[in-house]
Antibody, heavy 112, light 109 residues
Framework: EVQVVESGGGLVQPGGSLRLSCAASGFTFSAYSMNWVRQAPGKGLEWVSSISSSGTIYYADSVKGRFTISRDNAKNSLYLQMNSLRDEDTAVYYCARYFDHWGQGTLVTVSS | DIVLTQSPGTLSLSPGERATLSCRAS???????LAWYQQKPGQAPRLLIY???SRASGIPDRFSGSGSGTDFTLTISRLEPEDFAVYYC??????????FGPGTKVDIK
């Protein structure tokens, strides 16, 4: 069974940093592109970042230069390093295999 | 960047009725890399349709997708109680950003 499980969310002050992790199982992790998608409270879905199986990386303009996506195929894990966090980064962050299997999300709250 | 517009914003229907949801793109979506998702409160999105018209694994056949270019439609032939939710379209593929539409809420009339 395909599973992706996010962790690492929490409360952080504006300007702070946080690192999200996504543990994958049930599929050949190295063969798939992986994505981070977020959803602010009461709002719609926003694509954040993608990393392909070959390591090609893309970011949404709203996070470019502040967030870094990475993967460790040996550990079947995806990461999102978030720096210079802003109030508007408050959201549930979802990890998704391609876009066909999604985790349950981890909540990031940026507030003083 | 491609912008996706969904209509209507809210669709009020009764169980058993047919639902027709629209997604319009500001530019042509290449190779029909258009997906539809269902999201219920407190849950992650679930992939329903990919490639504009292919049902994802385990999705009932009352869900169907159609369209090409800039105009796409999600149809639910007969609404079941569990189908009342928010539906999003998304442009994906090899050219980011992988934009989502604002969503259509299907609620019980």
């Amino acid at each position: 069974e395909v599973q992706v499980v996010e962790s690492g969310g929490g409360l952080v002050q504006p300007g702070g940093s946080l690192r999200l992790s996504c543990a994958a199982s049930g599929f050949t992790f190295s063969a798939y592109s992986m994505n981070w998608v977020r959803q602010a409270p009461g709002k719609g879905l926003e694509w954040v970042s993608s990393i392909s199986s070959s390591g090609t990386i893309y970011y949404a303009d709203s996070v470019k230069g502040r967030f870094t996506i990475s993967r460790d195929n040996a550990k079947n894990s995806l990461y999102l390093q978030m720096n210079s966090l802003r109030d508007e980064d408050t959201a549930v962050y979802y990890c998704a295999r391609y876009f066909d299997h999604w985790g349950q999300g981890t909540l990031v709250t940026v507030s003083s | 960047d491609i912008v996706l517009t969904q209509s209507p914003g809210t669709l009020s229907l009764s169980p058993g009725e047919r639902a027709t949801l629209s997604c319009r793109a500001s530019q042509s979506v290449s190779s029909s890399y258009l997906a539809w998702y269902q999201q219920k409160p407190g849950q992650a999105p679930r992939l329903l349709i990919y490639g504009a018209s292919s049902r994802a694994s385990g999705i009932p056949d009352r869900f169907s997708g159609s369209g090409s270019g800039t105009d796409f439609t999600l149809t639910i032939s007969r609404l079941e109680p569990e189908d009342f939710a928010v539906y999003y379209c998304q442009k994906y593929g090899s050219s980011p950003p992988f934009t989502f539409g604002p969503g259509t809420k299907v609620d019980i009339k």
